[in-house]
């Protein structure tokens, strides 16, 4: 008897000393993968390091999000695919592709939608953001975050554009997106679709007269060089998302998930401040360049706005309902 109370007496005793002198097994660590299309030093790409920073940071190393800039993991549309199928784990996209998707996007990408950028800004942070970032769930998407996409204008190699009539003709480069299509229709001039990479050459030659873009395209393309008219119409403001795999995100505990999304909603402010600061250097660079800037006068804005109208007119009841709804923020 007495031997099984000292072997018993024993065990504990190396019970204990095992407990005291060796860690208790450390979480393993998740490690998870963010698709980027743009460059390591675009401002987007900042702000996904920075997510993933807040992101270890907050979770003390146990969660590690990588990130993969300059479409290593595949061009935007196959990202989405993979990430909607858990195969890649978050994705920062424009909702431009990601409305082939989730079709409720389309509202958010009207053309002359939003006043200015404060109005953007109020209604993607507010009741109607938040509204979209949960719908994306029923897509097998998480919404996360927003980000800056910038704000699109017209610029030609021709002239000055002033008002809608100053367009009509004109044979402007377009995305292969029916919405930029059916705006560019809308206002007189004739669309045409081709490849990004082919429009320089194609200003420089004259096989189109201009394009429309944000300023940072713009400048970092080169187009100021054969297009020095751009016209500030803020035609389009699409913002970027930060999307996670729900396949992966229902892996997650809870406390997790709240981790995560916290720290994409706190990186935004980080992108933002980066992308102004990237769209003033464009145009500071692109006017000493010798490009000609046109602001529209609140007339001739009302113009553009009244042409597109027809768009407008054969949205949905449903999308119909979140237009109104965005133009009524204040």
Request: aromatic share 10%.
């Amino acid at each position: 008897m007495r031997k099984f109370v000292a072997l018993g007496v024993m065990f504990t005793v190396l019970v204990l000393l095992f407990s005291v002198n060796v860690p208790a097994q450390a979480q393993p660590q998740i490690v998870m993968r963010l698709a980027e299309t743009h460059a390591p030093d675009y401002p987007t790409t900042k702000a996904d390091y920075e997510f993933a920073r807040l992101v270890e940071e907050r979770t003390n190393g146990r969660i590690k999000i990588e990130v993969y800039p300059s479409a290593q993991l595949g061009e935007e549309k196959a990202v989405i695919e993979a990430v909607q199928f858990g195969a890649i784990d978050f994705n920062r996209t424009s909702i431009s592709p990601l409305s082939a998707f989730a079709s409720n996007l389309i509202a958010l990408q009207m053309p002359y939608l939003y006043r200015d950028d404060d109005h953007m800004w109020k209604v993607l942070t507010g009741p109607i953001g938040e509204n979209f970032l949960k719908s994306l769930e029923q897509y097998n998407f998480v919404g996360l975050g927003w980000y800056d996409g910038g704000t699109r204008h017209f610029y030609n190699s021709k002239k000055e554009i002033k008002s809608v009539s100053d367009l009509k003709g004109m044979k402007i480069r377009v995305q292969e997106s029916k919405l930029m299509t059916d705006l560019v229709s809308c206002l007189g001039a004739v669309p045409t679709p081709m490849p990004f990479g082919e429009v320089y050459s194609a200003l420089q030659t004259g096989v189109i007269d201009g394009a429309e873009n944000n300023l940072p395209s713009y400048y970092s393309t080169s187009h100021y060089e054969v297009a020095k008219y751009i016209t500030l119409d803020g035609h389009s403001r699409i913002p970027e998302i930060i999307i996670a795999s729900k396949l992966s995100w229902d892996k997650l505990s809870k406390e997790d998930q709240e981790i995560i999304r916290q720290a994409a909603k706190d990186s935004m402010p980080y992108q933002i401040k980066l992308w102004k600061e990237f769209e003033k250097d464009s145009e500071e660079k692109t006017k000493s360049a010798g490009s000609i800037y046109t602001e529209l006068t609140p007339e001739s804005l009302a113009e553009f706005q009244k042409a597109v109208q027809p768009m407008y007119d054969a949205l949905s009841p449903e999308l119909k309902e979140i237009a109104e709804q965005v133009r009524s923020v204040k």
